[in-house]
């Protein structure tokens, strides 16, 4: 298994949490970073956040700066996406992306779907 795999998806009302994984080998999370980016109904995957693999670096987009927050387990080869204060336009497939170049990712998981209810 190469490809990220993520988990912790599903139903959550307005206001609550969810936290979504994201595991793979080491080698498939290389030696840049790991991003989260999603893709609503009917519009363009965009970034969500990123974290270099050291840890040293974290980006998140204007959309959940300070609702997400984004962390990385070395020992579980897991990356982890804390999402509070969820909204209905939150609501999208949530993918992990790996190794990033330049922003772009090289390996891509299936997704997981987030549903926010209002």
């Known amino acids: 298994q190469v490809q990220p795999v993520e988990s912790g998806g599903g139903l959550v009302q307005a206001g609550g949490s969810l936290r979504l994984s994201c595991t793979a080998p080491?080698?498939?999370?290389?030696?840049?970073?790991v991003g989260w980016f999603r893709q609503a109904p009917g519009k363009d995957r965009e970034f969500v956040a990123s974290?270099?693999?050291?840890?040293?670096?974290?980006d998140y987009a204007d959309s959940v700066k300070g609702r997400a927050t984004i962390s990385r387990d070395i020992a579980k080869s897991t990356v982890y996406l804390q999402m509070n204060s969820l909204r209905p336009e939150d609501t999208a497939v949530y993918y992990c992306?790996?190794?990033?170049?330049?922003?772009?990712?090289?390996?891509w998981g299936q997704g997981t779907q987030v549903t926010v209810s209002s």
């Open positions: 080491v080698r498939t999370f290389g030696s840049t970073g």
């Open positions: 992306g790996a190794d990033l170049i330049k922003g772009t990712p090289r390996y």
């Open positions: 974290i270099s693999w050291s840890g040293g670096s974290i």
